[in-house]
Every structure is written in structure tokens, then in C-alpha cells.
């Protein structure tokens, strides 16, 4: 039996083959599906700094 033909039956090896699959496509259709720069989208933050916050 060939390499392949047992790779078939195995149905973990096929959803993680998918799954794998899945996520080269998105990293290559990044730009197509979200044209805007990550760098550009961030803004000024919500809260203020004060020297009340909790954790420094």
C-alpha cells in the first residue's frame, strides 16, 4: 500500500492536512482579505495613564 493511499485513511492526518492547508491560505491571501496596514490601525489608547493604575 502506498504512502498516500494509507495517508487517506487516516482521518486525523487528513483534518490536520486540512487544517494546515487552511492556514497557508489565509498567510497568502492576507493582503486580499485585509487590505489595510496593521501598523496604521492602531490609535491613541482608551484609558489614560495615571499613577493610580494597578499594575506599573
Known sequence: MSFFARFAQNRG???GLIILLLIIAMAILAPL????????????????RSRKMAFP
Open 13 to 15: 492526518a487528513l483534518v
Open 33 to 48: 482579505l485585509f487590505p489595510e496596514s496593521p501598523w496604521r490601525m492602531v490609535q491613541r489608547p482608551f484609558c489614560r
